[in-house]
């Protein structure tokens, strides 16, 4: 006697698509990847950029074609890249300093473009070596100029945060390691740096002075701030104000009126030129 079997129409035509496609050869020359959206399976990612059902599970080590995938990273062979070049995306690993704000910035994409192509939230924890996916025409934009790198890297102690700046953007500035930074500057949170913050570069040394003409300047006190450094300065009546200087200008400031800065000026004594000359252009020595 032949008993009827009854089997789920859904089941039994992916199981015969992937015998099918079983027999026909692997063939990937380069790809990209997406984040898989809500409802997205393997079946129907594989139906939307027009690769074979084999191709995207080989690619990415899963064998169920219809098991929910929301929010993993799928990578997509070479046939499917060509088909669906809208959604190209380019992926960026995640170091430590990292926020979602500075990977936008650095990038030049919106924030909110990152949040939606990688399904986060705006407060998302991003960890160490995580993959992010860019959106399409993310570029990097080296915003540190090459000139003050020259200048930031000579022996100045103190560094005073800006709105974007943050650990791995200072290190680098400075040449020195993160971890420094943290035990410097006793850091517990090191991902929120707030603005306006003088943070210790190197291990403090003996002050020291050095007159240019009528003035005294504290060498050891130089701060990096903004393209500029500044210093704690004295008059020959021993008034203690701030003194500024923009190697990338050649001008200086001060805070020699009543405590606020005037307006940059041109050097127009013998010790002024001679002051931007040897911090702008000589290495330091302590």
């Not at 701060?223 to 020959?236: E, L, P, V």
Request: with cysteine.
């Amino acid at each position: 006697m032949i008993k009827n079997i009854k089997t789920p129409i859904g089941l039994f035509y992916i199981n015969s698509i992937i015998f099918l496609l079983s027999i026909f050869p692997l063939k990937v020359s380069s790809e990209t990847k997406i984040v898989a959206k809500s409802g997205d399976t393997l079946f129907k990612i594989s139906k939307q950029y027009g690769v074979t059902l084999k191709e995207l599970m080989y690619k990415n080590n899963l064998n169920d074609a219809t098991k929910i995938i929301e929010g993993e990273v799928i990578i997509i062979p070479h046939t499917g890249i060509d088909k669906h070049k809208k959604n190209e995306h380019l992926t960026y690993k995640v170091i430590e300093g990292d926020t979602l704000y500075k990977i936008s910035r650095d990038y030049n994409v919106s924030l909110n473009d990152i949040i939606s192509v990688n399904n986060l939230r705006k407060d998302s924890y991003l960890k160490l070596n995580q993959i992010i996916l860019l959106p399409k025409g993310a570029k990097y934009k080296k915003e540190i100029n090459i000139e003050n790198i020259k200048v930031a890297s000579k022996k100045v102690f103190y560094h005073k945060t800006t709105k974007t700046e943050d650990l791995s953007t200072i290190a680098y500035l400075h040449k020195i390691p993160i971890e420094q930074l943290k035990t410097l500057n006793k850091l517990t949170d090191p991902i929120k740096i707030k603005p306006n913050i003088k943070l210790r570069l190197r291990k403090d040394k003996p002050l020291k002075w050095i007159k240019y003409g009528s003035l005294m300047i504290n060498w050891s006190d130089w701060t990096y701030f903004d393209g500029n450094y500044i210093a704690q300065s004295k008059t020959k009546k021993n008034k203690t104000f701030y003194l500024a200087l923009s190697c990338k200008k050649r001008v200086l400031n001060n805070t020699l009126i009543n405590s606020y800065w005037t307006s940059w000026y041109f050097p127009e004594t013998d010790f002024e030129f001679k002051l931007i000359n040897d911090f702008c252009d000589q290495d330091f020595n302590f």
